[in-house]
């Protein structure tokens, strides 16, 4: 039988607003998740599960050339004593700090199956060991000489590192990414050279700017290498406020093979991409026919990186080729940079590169201080210990008749001697064998020795240059450590412009050019079929919609619409739907207000002159390069208001007009009468009463008026023939004998 459930008393329920709760509940969280998870501190650059790990390896004394560990009792040391969260969180932070690909610097030393850049998983923690590297051993200098504070651990059986010393600057030259609540982090790699190089400056001018450290860190240097193709203003301004992104693109060179081929091959690929997702996109992207000037790509890295890209002949460019695959592939990436930092361990901020390095150098400078504070009580006790063995020593004899003699010797020598706890508790506590040791000369030699740094000391404490000093002495080292000579300091990323390229070119590079039909329904509906098909009558509608128009076009082609609302959309004939099926509504590709339905649909050609005009009988001539837009939203070119609309275009070719309205009445005019605009509402080309505006054609007055009837054969009329007709621009014109009931003159843009 289970225990029922006792209520609480009355008295004792709190009753609290589910909103205040929530609020605070939330809150809690979401300072933990800032504070305790998922931004670095700007002073050492970890997040506590890296600090933690560092500082459980060098418990376990895996120090740079120490014999490893297993990373499982690495895990376990660091999750039972440091870090009470999940095994695999702490193994998986502790690959990363080993991967080289993934660090710039790496802090830990792997032995065994670590993941690689494909992006395959390491081994478990039970198979691989690993130990500290130099990075870490800078990292952690002087933590055993009071260099930080101690905080108490989850369960208060130990202490555990606030900050870490940091004597290298981890922040800026590993980076970090993280995810909190509300805010995020995101620092590249840069080089650790550099950066000492740009905090000299800064030791030197304090007030420096973000601006004039750029002389020495020209930008991130990814482990993975690559090429930074953005410019200087751009990489400039990232620094300047802490935010912005870097274009980072793979390095790639030609290589000529037999009887005049070539080959393109990538040697280094952005930081973060996984090289066999990478290959598997281009691949997917070559099947799906997106990447025309691209013929195969192979995968033949070994230890150093080597992709093989085939192009599909010869002829290609290049160049070319690597745009298209930059615009489509991970072969170039965007690199964020949003430099939210914990300053001094407590607020988020976003930082420039100055005050980054500011907050570095400050804390060496505290480091350094504590450090100095606690040698100088460590040689303050160890004078004092001294002066109680140079008494024991002058007066041995008498030292050993009181201990021999006295019950509580301790007592008798601190009166006898007049010596302090310190001294009276260090000559007791002193082994017999130490005694022939104690020679007058060796303890005023070490005194005296102790005494000199004693005063090296304090002068250092009282003198803030003489303690930058010491810390640009500190940072030269590190620098040196890892100068542009050394195989880990030099420079893996390189900059470049990024090469500029006909537009019309790139896009189409992306596109294998071949004939296709355009269908458009009467109802919107829109594909394309392969081939240039004379033959429609097999093609299928949905119910109740049949074909309105179709035009030959190339797989490469942009399309020109031009809506009752007065509006040119452009469309990609590549992106239209192929192959069987209804295809889809127009709408789908371009923002079609509800109420504008398709004037008509067309092949850009570019260079043309139209003659566009209004149910209300206005139009002008535009130029077709004056109706391409690059949005969605379409471009207005003819301003109409309802109930009138855009109602008929037609190409310019010749010197006459003829409008024919819904009243079956046409006239004829001079087209220099017709006024050429980018944008307007037109003039009026025919007059009505209770009509409007059918159709609109140009012709040549050398070859007469030509037109279709109504089973599609050609018919026509000359100049002579069209006399009755002919006028002035906004006439009311005469009934149209002999031309189609239709009132449409059947010559659409072609």
Known sequence: MGKSLIPPEPEKIDEVPLRDALEERYLAYALSTIMHRALPDARDGLKPVHRRILYGMRSLSLNPGSIPKKSAKIVGEVMGSYHPHGDQA????????AQDFNSRYPMVDGQGNFGNIDGDNPAAMRYTEARLTDVARLMLEGIDEDAVELKPTYDNSGKEPAVLP???????????????????????????????????????KPEAKSKSLLKWVKGPDFPTGGIIVDSKEAIAEAYVTGRGAFRTRARWVQEEGARGTWVVVVTEIPWLVQKSRLVEKIAELLNEKKLPLVGDIRDESAEDIRLVI????????????MESLFRLTELESRIPLNLNVL??????????????????????????????????S?????????????????????VIKIIRAEDEPKPVLMRTFKLTEVQADSILNMRLRNLRKLEEMEIRTEDKNLRNELKGI??????????????????????????????????????ADAPEHDLAAIEEAFVEREPVTVVVSEKGWVRTMKGHMADLSGLQFKTDDKLDQAFFA?????????????????????????????????????DLDQDAAITALFVNKGGRKFLITSSDGQGFIVGEDDCVGNTRKGKQVMNVKLPAEAKAITTVAGDMVAVIGTNHKMVVFGIDQVPEMARGRGVRLQKYTSASLSDVTTFDSKTGLAWKDGAGRDQGMSMKELADWQGNRADAGRLAHGLPKSNKFGKPVE
């Open 90 to 97: 702490i193994y998986d932070a502790m690959v990363r700090l």
């Open 166 to 204: 940091g004597g290298f600057p981890n922040l800026l030259a590993n980076g970090a990414q993280g995810i909190a609540v509300g805010m995020a982090t995101s620092i590249p790699p840069h080089n650790a050279s550099e950066l000492c190089d740009a905090a000299l400056h800064l030791i030197d």
């Open 310 to 321: 085939e192009p599909k002949s010869r002829a290609v460019d290049p160049e070319l080729m």
């Open 343 to 376: 300053i001094k361990g407590k607020v988020p901020k976003v930082v420039g590169l100055a005050e980054c390095l500011r907050e570095w150098l400050d804390h060496l400078r505290d480091v350094l201080i504590r450090r100095t504070n606690y040698r100088k």
């Open 378 to 398: 460590r040689i303050e006790h160890r004078l004092e210990v001294l002066g109680g063995y140079l008494i024991a020593y002058l007066n041995i004899d008498k």
């Open 458 to 495: 304090t002068s250092l404490l009282g003198s803030e240059t003489e303690q930058w000093a010491k810390v640009g002495e500190q940072v030269k080292k590190v620098r040196d450590m890892f100068g542009p000579k050394t195989p880990l300091g030099k420079r893996r990323t390189a900059f």
């Open 554 to 590: 190339e797989s490469t082609s942009k399309l020109l619409l031009f809506a009752t609302n007065g509006k040119f959309y452009s469309l990609d004939v590549a992106k239209l739907p192929g192959g069987r099926g209804h295809g889809e509504p127009i709408r789908m590709f371009v």
